[in-house]
């Protein structure tokens, strides 16, 4: 819904296929979520902030990574919601909603 000129293409990790395609493991899918593009690999927050800032087409969401101790923070937080994202309440897993879609295990 952000993204009105589809530019961004958000696919769940567990989906067959997809970790190998883009190079990343389950423990790295597992722990965070990642933005790749042109081989470039990036997890955690901002894995969040590089596609709002193309969706937008602004600067803005990357702005916090240009001053001095929030990036740290930022990824601090991020840590701490990835940790209790099961504890959150939110839409449907990925894999419950389609199931026999995803990678086993």
């Not at 293409?9 to 997809?18: F, L, P």
């Not at 899918?29 to 902030?49: L, Y």
């Amino acid at each position: 819904a952000l993204d009105r000129q589809d530019r961004i293409d958000v696919v769940a990790a567990q989906v067959r296929g997809t970790r190998g395609r883009l190079g990343l493991t389950s423990e790295q899918t597992d722990q965070a979520a990642w933005t790749v593009a042109d081989g470039v690999q990036v997890g955690g927050a901002r894995a969040i902030a590089l596609p709002l800032a193309v969706a937008w087409r602004t600067r803005l969401p990357l702005l916090p990574w240009r001053l001095p101790l929030v990036p740290a923070a930022l990824d601090a937080l991020y840590e701490l919601i990835a940790r209790n994202r099961r504890r959150l309440p939110g839409a449907t897993p990925w894999c419950v909603a389609n199931d026999g879609a995803c990678e086993p295990g």
